[in-house]
């Protein structure tokens, strides 16, 4: 029943689970859009500001999610970052832009692109203070 709760899809069978931050007003348009893509229910959407989630649950600490976008697929791989967006993309039928983004030189232009803003996320959102924004406290994802 929490379960449920935590996640927003009703079909059980989906291609990719998405850890999002429901707060961050760039993830919510992101997630919006990709709510309205997704016809085939193949992505499992979860707020991770949810007040009913709880990270401990899926074996994670609020702060990893909370630095930079994580994905599970069904067999329980986890994915972060760029390659969340490639399999969410993918799930909803830009699969040759998902291969596009995996060409050597597209691929670490993204990857560097999204490190710099998942480390600068809550800061370019307007969402700082003096806990969140406080480097120590945020782990840097890896590149």
């Known amino acids: 029943m929490r379960r449920?709760?935590?996640c927003q899809t009703r079909n059980s069978t989906y291609e990719v689970e998405v850890f999002y931050d429901g707060d961050c007003p760039l993830c919510q348009r992101e997630i919006s859009m990709l709510r309205r893509w997704?016809?085939?229910?193949?992505?499992r959407f979860t707020d991770i500001a949810s007040p009913s989630f709880d990270a401990?649950?899926?074996g994670?600490?609020?702060?990893d999610l909370m630095a930079q976008m994580h994905g599970r697929l069904p067999d329980g791989t986890w994915l972060q970052g760029v390659e969340v967006f490639r399999r969410l993309y993918a799930a909803v039928g830009?699969?040759?832009l998902a291969m596009l983004s995996r060409l050597p030189l597209i691929s670490q232009i993204l990857n560097l692109g999204y490190a710099v803003f998942a480390r600068n996320r809550l800061r370019l959102t307007g969402?700082?203070?003096a806990e969140s924004c406080d480097t120590t406290q945020i782990p840097t994802p890896p590149h």
Do not use: N, P, Q, Y
């Open 60 to 63: 994670k600490s609020h702060a």
């Open 56 to 58: 401990g649950v899926v």
């Open 38 to 43: 997704d016809r085939h229910e193949k992505i």
């Open 127 to 129: 969402r700082c203070t």
């Open 94 to 96: 830009f699969k040759r």
């Open 4 to 6: 449920k709760a935590m």
